[in-house]
């Protein structure tokens, strides 16, 4: 039998892509839908249900057909800023930009940060 967390897991993936909400890839849901799935048994309504739904929400958010860098004229080789490294966020990682997540992250930052000065002279 399945555990109590795995039916919540299910039931709430389910929510989300039913009701178009985005999936939050940092919780891993897609590798936990994935273990479950494949411990279910294959002859349930349950399982082919679940894994329309789940293949139908792999569709719909994979892009068709795949990104591909090989045969887009600037993309063969690294550029020296670091742009172009990926192609739905092009400025990601090139020198002199600001760093930016894709993800939220989980501590938040001080506001306002100790002087550089004094962090080198404590070290």
């Not at 109590?4 to 985005?22: F, K, V, W």
């Not at 839908?33 to 399982?47: A, G, N, Q, V």
């Not at 938040?108 to 002279?121: N, R, T």
């Amino acid at each position: 039998g399945q555990s109590i967390t795995d039916m919540i897991t299910l039931c709430q993936y389910t929510t989300n892509i039913l009701l178009d909400d985005p999936i939050d890839d940092s919780l891993m849901e897609l590798e936990k839908i994935l273990t479950i799935l494949y411990t279910l048994s294959s002859d349930r309504h349950f399982y082919a249900f679940i894994s329309k739904i789940f293949l139908g929400g792999l569709w719909k958010y994979l892009s068709h057909p795949p990104v591909s860098f090989h045969y887009q004229d600037g993309y063969q080789w690294r550029s020296t800023d670091t742009s172009n490294n990926n192609l739905a966020f092009p400025t990601v990682g090139q020198s002199g930009q600001k760093y930016v997540r894709t993800c939220r992250s989980k501590r938040s930052q001080a506001e306002a940060l100790p002087d550089p000065s004094l962090i080198f002279d404590e070290l």
